[in-house]
């Protein structure tokens, strides 16, 4: 009949599942979704019942064994409740295991499929799943499968447990290295041992790639998850021998874009307008002190508080509404006046961005409805085309702008002093204020160029400032801590973050939160295995960007990033010196995927030649790494430490100083003098362009020590296998292929 629609089988069976509203496929549904990605599915009949089970139906099989599968919506792991039998093809053995899962389950469906036989070992099975993920929207999955899917992935390493593609995010020339991450793949696509492949790599990339864009069309859009284990190979490609999904559809969120040029105005005012400042110390007097100890001029602050003329020399206004147009309008206020803040501010576009620093709006149970209020404000505003401002926070610890001329964090100087460096090119982006002021405090010698608390993201997200400060070409480092991103920010971020790798920058990432991990899995394998942290690790690392697994990792990254900016490594060849025959076994046992070099013979002699002008040409020889003994002195030991750094053969160093021998000037009261070893490794940092780190294995009376060389430039380890592990994260980052070889 003319005119009528023509659904497709995907269309079909969704709407199927609609008319009897299900929230789950049955398995003989989801198995044509499998023919529609590609994969072959195993002769199968479902059945209601004894009586339909004829010797012609299982002849229609072809296979001398029959599997028999309970058929329902509510049993995900059908062989966990004894839901699937594997039986001789004859009417009366698959009879009684059907009577068998009826007694047992309550079965009244059932699946009747031809047995493929497979094998079973690692590459012979895989798990293919698509599902939708807040942060990113689809994904695709490729791991190990079978029963023993869960266990494989817990029991091997993240990175080579299981694939993670996403649609528009996975460039389609990187399917196939993303692929050959999962320890799956090698054994399947190439064999091992002399093993013959079990499929050809095109097969597998093409699988994958009908899968991402079969994700992108349904996943989210009908689909949630979408899951095929095993999928095994065989003569004919690759076969789905079980399948589950999950019905649903995710409501678009789309949010007006926040306004580029008032996120500009709160980076860079030209004035400020702070309301909650007392005449005794509270947050916002502390705010204004803060605000006026980075340099910004009195004159340009305005402080709304009645019945004061001025405070710390800045003109005070009665009210909002007294108020003139200001850049950035700062709200250290109770949490209960911001509604009625924000409204004034919209009437008469008093301010280009708003801080807001209370926490109690979206962060504490029974006020999500009043943060969504305010963001709905905002952008039904932006919708219409009237003014309004760009809002940080709910409950932030406020922000630190370098070029702006201001702080507005309520540190108070003398809790948190003012960065006694030069400015680094860094960006600190943090959902979490308190995480960011410890990182500032720690990270003292790094003055960054912003520190930004963005608190509960009611406005303003990680992904908006990663966007708009990724613009700024003196930054060079962006460090993020994220605990959750806004729906579909993930992938915003990550979009931004490969433009900043290909300028040549760094994106860092610590993402807390894991612990709620498993906390909507639905008993699918693909949701246990590639949880939220694993698919944001993955897809981040995709990306360019270096993911710390621990806070402490993520804080010495900062600290290698910025102190070994602008220097090049030609390759993964270290020069290693050592005063402590210990450490010099310790760096040969944690080459964390760097080579010892070959010194040149130049180098031998010259270091040859200190050896013997300190008598210890009998005690030790040169070697990499080079064991100076205890006994050599300040000079000698950082010239010994320049000739292998200078050495052509080494890409890149580690001097690691014990400090304890008396033949090092390496107390606090040392330290000063001009002929101490501090001040002749800062001279050989500053005059060697070879990037080399420096380790101080020793305790808190070496503190100073170590705390001198900070200050001096040297990133500084407290031990040798932590130095190499964190500059080999530094290595892979800014070390190219072909500048290795």
């Known amino acids: 009949m003319s005119g009528v629609a023509v659904l497709s089988p995907v269309e079909a069976v969704l709407a199927g599942a609609a008319a009897e509203n299900r929230t789950q496929l049955l398995e003989p549904e989801a198995l044509v979704l499998a023919a529609e990605l590609g994969l072959a599915v195993p002769a199968h009949r479902v059945v209601e019942g004894p009586d339909e089970v004829t010797d012609d139906a299982l002849h229609a099989l072809g296979t001398r064994r029959v599997v028999v599968k309970v058929v329902s919506e509510t049993i995900a792991h059908k062989s966990d409740v004894g839901g699937v039998s594997i039986v001789p093809n004859d009417r009366f053995a698959v009879k009684a295991a059907m009577a068998a899962m009826r007694a ?57 447990a299981i694939a993670i593609l996403a649609p ?50 349904w ?17 004919g490609g690759l076969t789905a021998l079980d399948a589950l999904a999950r019905l649903g559809s995710v409501p678009a969120v789309e949010r007006p874009a926040r306004p580029s040029e008032r996120l500009e105005r709160m980076v860079r005012p030209r004035s400020i307008a ?32 009645p019945g004061v003329a001025a405070i710390d020399g800045c003109a005070a206004v009665p009210s909002l509404q007294a108020l003139d147009p200001v850049d950035l309008l700062v709200l250290s206020v109770d949490a209960g006046q911001i509604p009625g803040a924000l409204e004034k501010v919209l009437a008469r576009d008093l301010a280009g961005g708003v801080i807001v620093i209370p926490g109690g709006l979206g962060e504490r149970p029974g006020t999500e409805r009043l943060e969504e209020a305010l963001r709905a404000r905002l952008d039904d505003a932006r919708r219409a085309g009237r003014p309004a401002p760009v809002l940080n926070g709910a409950n932030c610890l406020g922000i630190r702008s370098v070029p702006g001329g201001y702080d507005t964090t309520f540190i108070p100087e003398r809790k948190l002093p003012q960065p006694a460096g030069p400015q680094v090119p ?26 930004v608390s963005v608190g509960n993201q009611l406005d303003l997200t990680v992904a908006d400032w990663l966007e708009h400060l ?42 807390a939160g894991r ?11 693909t949701a246990t295995v590639a949880g939220p942290y694993t698919v944001a690790r993955a897809l981040a690392e995709e990306a360019g960007i270096v993911v710390a697994d621990r806070l402490a990792d993520f804080e010495d990254l900062v600290r290698v990033f910025c102190r070994l900016r602008g220097r090049r490594a030609m390759g993964t060849r270290l020069g290693a010196v050592s005063n402590a025959g210990f450490e010099c076994v310790a760096i040969a046992d944690a080459l964390s995927g760097f080579t010892l070099a070959q010194l040149g ?12 002008d300190a008598r210890l040409e009998g005690v030790v020889a040169p070697g990499n790494p080079l064991d100076t003994t205890p006994l050599l002195g300040d000079a000698a030991f950082a010239e010994a430490a320049r000739r292998v750094l200078d050495d052509p053969g080494v890409d890149l160093g580690l001097i690691g100083c014990v400090p304890l021998t008396p033949a090092l000037a390496t107390l606090p009261e040392d330290l000063d003098r001009p002929d101490s070893i501090v001040q002749a490794l800062a001279a050989l940092w500053q005059a060697s362009l070879k990037p080399w780190v420096a380790v101080v294995d020793a305790g808190p009376l070496y503190d100073p020590f170590a705390s001198a060389l900070e200050a001096g430039g040297v990133p500084t380890f407290r031990t040798a296998d932590r130095a190499l592990a964190l500059l080999s994260v530094w290595a892979r980052q800014r070390i190219t292929p072909s500048s290795a070889s």
Do not use: W
Request: net charge positive; charged share 25%; with cysteine.
């Open 426 to 451: 860094l960006a600190v982006i943090s959902q979490s204020g308190a995480y960011a002021v410890s990182r500032a405090s720690k990270l003292a010698p790094l003055a960054a160029r912003y520190v």
């Open 601 to 612: 013979s130049g180098t031998r002699t010259a270091i040859a030649t200190l050896l013997r």
């Open 219 to 235: 996943i989210g859009r009908g689909l949630l998850e979408l899951e095929f284990n095993p999928v095994v190979p065989g003569p």
């Open 104 to 160: 047992r389950l309550e079965a009244r469906r059932f699946l009747l499929e031809a047995e493929v036989p497979h094998d079973r070992a690692l590459g012979g099975e895989l798990l293919l799943g698509l599902r939708f993920t807040d942060d990113f929207g689809p994904v695709v999955s490729v791991g190990p499968g079978g029963v023993h899917a869960e266990f494989l992935a817990a029991a091997l390493r993240e990175e080579r």
């Open 274 to 305: 702070i309301v909650g400042v007392s005449e005794r110390e509270n947050p916002g007097r502390i705010i204004l002190r803060n605000v006026l100890r980075q340099g910004f001029a009195r004159e340009r602050i305005r402080i709304v508080k």
């Open 168 to 217: 528009g995010l996975t460039p389609a020339g990187r399917i196939g290295s993303v692929l050959d991450r999962c320890v799956a793949v090698p054994p399947l696509v190439s064999g091992l041992r002399g093993d013959a492949p079990r499929l050809a790599r095109e097969a597998l990339e093409m699988l994958v790639a009908r899968a991402l864009a079969f994700a992108a069309r």
């Open 470 to 511: 990724s613009g700024d070409p003196a930054v060079e480092v962006f460090a993020l801590y994220v605990e959750g991103l806004r729906p579909g920010d993930g992938a915003r971020v990550l979009r931004s973050a490969r433009q900043i790798v290909a300028s040549g920058r760094t994106v860092l990432l610590y993402r």
């Open 515 to 525: 612990t709620a991990e498993g906390a909507r899995a639905t008993g699918s394998h």
